[in-house]
């Protein structure tokens, strides 16, 4: 997994709840923390290494609500210590997703530009 | 000689139809992100109304048997036809990366390969007309010409239109957007496509057919944007207004 583009993701969740998907795909909060836990896949995430890309659209209150509430509870992601986490198969798969969705976003833009610009 | 005055009507029919479709293109609602593209198209069907203009005339001189005339007419359609790849490539080109720049930089690429074509033309002997009973037809005695016109103004113009029409059809789009894209892809095609076998054909009857087919082509491209009533039913691609609004209106 690359870099995070944190303004690209927020533009494909700010699509995927004009789509009426408000969680998940289009919830920026939980694109951003499942992403960056798949960024260090086999390492453990620092509650740092999250807020160095939720900072910039969420409080830190409200991230570590979505981590205990969401991924620790269903399975996403396990607490090895204190503020310290890694990323499971399961949430493995839902990063998968998430990253299929960004591609389905730019795909999307891309097409409707090109049908914007014919007469 | 009336196979000359069908060809003559043809000639007639696709420049009066060309000259419609452009009407109707100016009279389009716009936006500004479509505002060049939908002057490049509106510029492309001129070009070809204005060529077929002259070609019409040409082959009604040659009717009444004005070699002289018929020469001229030519000459004269030649300059839009070698200048009828700039305003598509320019629409393609902007249609898939919206950069203007980038569009006029390959627009005026194309033109160059006109200004080369039609200066090999004008240079070289041109042997005819031989005028038949279908057509009247004109060799050119310059392979470079014939070249620059094949590969540069009709090959690569011609792949860039399956390669957007290819770039359309693999996504999923509405029915509508589908229909009106493809078919005015299709039509450009075969309209491209027909007026490089008319310029090469050697064969009178192969002039006029590859004229009916281009007259086929202006038609489907009005279609295009004018699909009648029973189509739109048959298709499924009929625009469906808000019934309480009308109501209310």
Redesign the interface.
Known sequence: MGEIDVSLEQEAAAYFRSLGINQGPGDIQYRLIILALASNEGRVTLFSDIRAYTDQVADRGSVASKLKTVFLLEGLAKRVQRGGYVITDKGLAAARFIEKSTKFYKKYMQIDAIIERIP | MSGLLLNAAACAAIAMSAFAFVWT?HK?E??D???P??WA?ILFWATIALAFLFVCVRVIAAFYGYTGVDRICYYLASIPLAFLPVSLVFFIV???T?DKRASLAMSLIFSAFGIVYLWFLFTSEIAGPEVTYWATIFSIDSDAAITVYLSGLFIVPTAMVIALLG??LA?K?SKR?RY??AL?LVAISIVFDFILVDAIAIWDVMQVVSRIFILIGVVLAFLAYHPPDTLQDRLGIREIHDEIEVIDG
Do not use: D, M, P
Request: glycine content about 4%; proline content about 0%; aromatic content about 10%.
């Open positions: 293109l389009q716009y936006k992100t479509n505002l593209s939908l198209l902007y249609v898939v919206g770039i359309i996504r789009i957007h009106r894209i005015t």
